[in-house]
Nanobody
Framework: QVQLQESGPGLVKPSQTLSLTCTVSGGSITTNLYYWNWIRQPPGKGLEWMGAIGYRGSTYYRSFLKSRTSISRDTSKNQITLQLSSVTPEDTAVYYC???????????????????????WGQGTQVTVSS
């Protein structure tokens, strides 16, 4: 059974770059047809899809965040990395990595997603943007 674990700083100052890592165990991030997603949940709001990297290494981003978001992978470590630049307090959220097969085209134009849309989730990591 695949397991995902997010890690990174819990506190980031405004205008800095947030960097988070998702370490995957029990399965390879290059397994055919799977997409590895970053999703966040701001306080009092739903689950917001941010972007994904596919099994071949192609990346996909929510259009609203595309200019500030970068997702990469390290296949030797079986890790996925999220970088979000120029953060503001509005980026305060619990950040999750999650896996699913295929990637709906509608995600890139803006999508609130559900837990059941993904077959595996990390436990999430709280990130607060504050000076």
């Amino acid at each position: 059974q695949v397991q995902l674990q997010e890690s990174g700083p819990g506190l980031v100052k405004p205008s800095q770059t947030l960097s988070l890592t998702c370490t995957v165990s029990g399965g390879s991030i290059t397994t055919n047809l799977y997409y590895w997603n970053w999703i966040r949940q701001p306080p009092g709001k739903g689950l917001e899809w941010m972007g994904a990297i596919g099994y071949r290494g192609s990346t996909y981003y929510r259009s609203f965040l595309k200019s500030r978001t970068s997702i990469s992978r390290d296949t030797s470590k079986n890790q996925i990395t999220l970088q979000l630049s120029s953060v503001t307090p509005e980026d305060t959220a619990v950040y999750y990595c999650a896996r699913r097969k295929y990637l709906p085209s509608g995600y890139t134009t803006g999508a609130w997603v559900r837990k059941e849309d993904f077959d595996s989730w990390g436990q999430g990591t709280q990130v607060t943007v504050s000076s």
